[in-house]
C-alpha cells in the first residue's frame, strides 16, 4: 500500500499547486448571466458565459478508499451530461455513462392546461459484473450478484419558472409510471445455498417534485437561495420468490414497497462578514421506506457531492468518506454543512463537516445484522478552473465511523475534472 499511497498524495499536491499559480483558460459559466472580468496574476481575464439553455459536459476521475475496503479500493466516476431547455415548453435533461443512465423528457402538449406537460423518463442500472455488498468493511462475497434493472417511464408534471429567474430555477411536479424489469445472476463467489432472486417484471409510481431557487457562480456552485425535493415511490413486483442464504429473505417482504426520500438546501453568506467570497452551504437528506431490501433502498455512500451544483442532481445522498454506494438503509437522515472561501472568481476553498444516521449492516456474535449508527466526517476539497476549458475538483474526507480493517475510520480521496463538449 506504501507505493500506491505516496504518487497518489503527490498527484494532489501538483494538481492543487498548479490550479493556483497557473491561469486558467475555463470560460464555462453557463449558470450566470453578463459578462465576467478581472485582472488575475497581472493578466486580463473575461469570461464570456454560454448559453444556458444548451449544456453538453462531461466528467471523469476516481474515488480513492484508504484502507481499501475489498476490491473497492479505486473506483472510477464520470458520465456525459446533456440538458436543453430551448423554451418554456420543452426540457431534456440527461446523465449518460452507459451502465448508470437517467434521462428525462417534458413537452407542453397542446391540449393540457397551463404549465402541465407529458413526461418520458428512462433509468438503467447494469454494471455488467457481480458485486459484493459490504459489511464492516469487507465484501460479502458469499451473496455476489449481478443484478440491475431497465424502467423506462410515462407520466404527466408541472413545471413552472421561480425567482431569482435564472435557468434552472423550477417548481415542478411529475407523476410517473415506470413498467420496468430486474435481472438477477449468481456470481463466481456465490454461496451454493445461497439462493438468487428471479429476474421479474416490475411496475413503479413515482411521485417526484423538485424546487429551485438557487444563484450559482461561475463553478456552477450556489451562492445565495434554496432548493428542496422529494420522491415517492410504490413498487410491485410480479414474479418474486423467497431468496437469500437458504432462502431467507421471504418473497412477502418485498414483493411490494414504497420508500420516500427527501433533502432541503440553503446557502447564503456568512454572517456578519460583508465579503461575498465567503459562503455558507448546507443540506438535509432523509429517507425512510417499508419492506426495502438491497434492490430497492436508496443508496448512500461517498463520491462526488453536487450539493446544489444543478437543478437535478442535487436529490443525491452522499455520505463523505463512505465508499460510492456502500450503504443501502431502510432509513437514513445525512446533514452537510460547508464553508467555501472564493479568493478569485474562478477558485474555490470549502471546508465541511457532516453526519449521516442510518442503518447498515453489522458482524456480531449472533450474525450479520443492521443496526443503526452514527457516522460523522470532515472534508476539505478544492474547486477551480483548469487547463482547456476545465473544471477541476479535488476533495479529501475522513470518516470516523465507517469500519476499515478491523477499526473505525476512513479516507477518501477524489479527483474529478469536467469540461464542456
Not at 446533456?82 to 397542446?110: N, Q, Y
Not at 465579503?275 to 425512510?288: D, E, F, M, N
Amino acid at each position: 500500500m506504501k507505493k500506491t499511497k505516496q504518487p497518489l498524495f503527490r498527484v494532489f499536491c501538483l494538481a492543487a499547486l498548479m490550479a493556483f499559480v497557473c491561469p486558467p483558460a475555463w470560460a464555462g459559466g453557463n449558470f450566470t448571466r453578463g459578462e465576467w472580468s478581472a485582472e488575475v496574476f497581472g493578466r486580463k481575464v473575461t469570461v464570456r458565459p454560454g448559453n444556458p439553455r444548451y449544456v453538453s459536459a462531461w466528467d471523469a476521475g476516481f474515488d480513492l478508499s484508504e484502507p481499501p475496503p475489498g476490491n473497492y479500493e479505486i473506483l472510477p466516476v464520470g458520465d456525459v451530461y446533456i440538458w436543453r431547455h430551448p423554451d418554456s415548453r420543452s426540457l431534456f435533461r440527461a446523465d449518460l455513462s452507459g451502465v448508470w443512465d437517467d434521462v428525462f423528457w417534458a413537452r407542453r402538449l397542446k391540449g393540457l392546461p397551463g404549465p402541465f406537460e407529458g413526461v418520458l423518463t428512462f433509468k438503467n442500472f447494469t454494471i455488467p459484473a457481480a458485486r459484493s455488498e459490504l459489511v464492516d468493511g469487507e465484501e460479502l462475497k458469499s451473496e455476489a450478484l449481478l443484478w440491475g434493472y431497465v424502467r423506462p417511464g410515462f407520466g404527466i408534471g408541472y413545471r413552472r419558472q421561480v425567482p431569482p429567474g435564472h435557468e434552472s430555477n423550477m417548481l415542478a411536479a411529475d407523476l410517473i409510471f415506470e413498467p420496468g424489469f430486474l435481472f438477477f445472476a449468481r456470481g463466481s463467489d456465490t454461496a451454493d445455498n445461497f439462493v438468487a432472486p428471479r429476474d421479474t417484471f416490475e411496475f413503479r409510481t413515482r411521485l417526484e417534485l423538485r424546487w429551485d431557487a438557487l444563484n450559482r457562480n461561475l463553478l456552477r456552485l450556489p451562492q445565495k437561495g434554496y432548493a428542496a425535493g422529494a420522491d415517492l415511490v410504490y413498487g410491485y413486483r410480479a414474479d418474486w420468490r423467497d431468496w437469500g442464504v437458504n432462502g431467507a429473505e421471504a418473497a412477502g417482504e418485498g414483493k411490494t414497497y414504497a420508500s420516500f426520500t427527501g433533502y432541503f438546501l440553503a446557502a447564503g453568506g456568512v454572517p456578519w462578514v460583508k465579503s461575498k467570497s465567503q459562503r455558507l452551504v448546507g443540506a438535509i437528506h432523509a429517507g425512510s421506506g417499508y419492506r426495502l431490501d438491497r434492490f430497492s433502498a436508496a443508496r448512500v455512500g461517498g463520491g462526488p457531492d453536487p450539493l446544489g451544483e444543478e437543478y437535478g442532481s442535487t436529490y443525491l445522498p452522499v455520505l463523505p468518506g463512505a465508499v460510492i454506494q456502500e450503504f443501502f438503509p431502510e432509513h437514513y437522515v445525512l446533514a452537510t454543512g460547508e464553508y467555501r472561501w472564493q479568493p478569485f472568481f474562478f477558485a474555490c476553498l470549502g471546508v465541511d463537516a457532516s453526519a449521516g444516521w442510518l442503518d447498515r449492516l453489522r458482524r456480531t456474535d449472533a450474525g450479520i445484522v443492521k443496526k443503526n449508527d452514527l457516522l460523522p466526517a470532515v472534508g476539505v476539497r478544492l474547486i477551480t478552473g483548469f487547463f482547456f476549458d476545465t473544471r477541476l475538483q479535488i476533495a479529501y474526507n475522513y470518516n470516523f465511523s465507517v469500519v476499515r480493517n478491523g477499526g473505525y475510520g476512513g479516507h477518501e480521496f477524489l479527483m474529478e475534472i469536467s469540461g464542456n463538449l
